[in-house]
T-cell receptor, first 118, second 114 residues
Framework: AQSVTQLGSHVSVSEGALVLLRCNYSSSVPPYLFWYVQYPNQGLQLLLKYTTGATLVKGINGFEAEFKKSETSFHLTKPSAHMSDAAEYFCAVSDKGAGGTSYGKLTFGQGTILTVHP | SQTIHQWPATLVQPVGSPLSLECTVEGTSNPNLYWYRQAAGRGLQLLFYSVGIGQISSEVPQNLSASRPQDRQFILSSKKLLLSDSGFYLC?????????????FGPGTRLLVL
């Protein structure tokens, strides 16, 4: 069974500071990994994803994440926080069946609420 | 382009009443469809998924059911709501093609059971 752990339910940074949101996963096979962002009372928006290939992936709004197999991690970073980055962030892992196919079932972490102070 | 709709946006229902939430996708064919629930303190949980008309898989035992009467329509139902059914319900879709892994989420329905 897959699982995702997001360390820190709340992260607070100053505007312009580095953003680091941590995600560790457990999976029996190399997973597909995702970061989604959720603004209040809205659905989830994809920030970035890792499936295969380059382990450093870049997403929207200046975010990037690095897949580290040895550490089973997929931490999300942004060099300089902006007030508009305040939201809840979810890390997720997708199932991958035999032959690399999947039904796309996502297992989510508990989420990290990012607060950005002026 | 593809869009996903959910309605209603907000719903307040008494305990024991029935429920019907609807999700429709436009601009694609044969999508995979998903229902998730986001409850306070419990993160996002996959409830049901469907790979085709009439094909429903349930991920957790619960008071809810799902149906897919048309290719791009996914319905979440209950005969009698419980207090524990309160939460934010999200519908998502993914292209039904192998290798396309990204799920796209709808705006959600907030359900409060009193």
């Amino acid at each position: 069974a897959q699982s995702v752990t997001q360390l820190g339910s709340h992260v607070s940074v100053s505007e312009g500071a580095l953003v680091l949101l941590r995600c560790n996963y457990s999976s029996s096979v190399p997973p597909y990994l995702f970061w989604y962002v959720q603004y209040p009372n809205q659905g989830l928006q994809l920030l970035l994803k890792y499936t295969t290939g380059a382990t450093l992936v870049k997403g929207i709004n200046g975010f990037e994440a690095e897949f580290k197999k040895s550490e089973t991690s997929f931490h999300l970073t942004k060099p300089s926080a902006h007030m508009s980055d305040a939201a809840e962030y979810f890390c997720a892992v997708s199932d991958k069946g035999a032959g690399g196919t999947s039904y796309g079932k996502l297992t989510f972490g508990q989420g990290t609420i990012l607060t950005v102070h002026p | 382009s593809q869009t996903i709709h959910q309605w209603p946006a907000t719903l307040v229902q008494p305990v024991g009443s029935p429920l019907s939430l609807e999700c429709t996708v436009e601009g694609t064919s044969n999508p995979n469809l998903y229902w998730y629930r986001q409850a306070a303190g419990r993160g996002l949980q996959l409830l049901f998924y469907s790979v085709g008309i009439g094909q429903i898989s349930s991920e957790v035992p619960q008071n809810l059911s799902a149906s897919r009467p048309q290719d791009r329509q996914f319905i979440l139902s209950s005969k009698k709501l419980l207090l524990s059914d309160s939460g934010f319900y999200l519908c998502a879709w993914r292209p039904g093609l192998a290798g396309i892994e990204t799920q796209y989420f709808g705006p959600g329905t907030r359900l409060l059971v009193l």
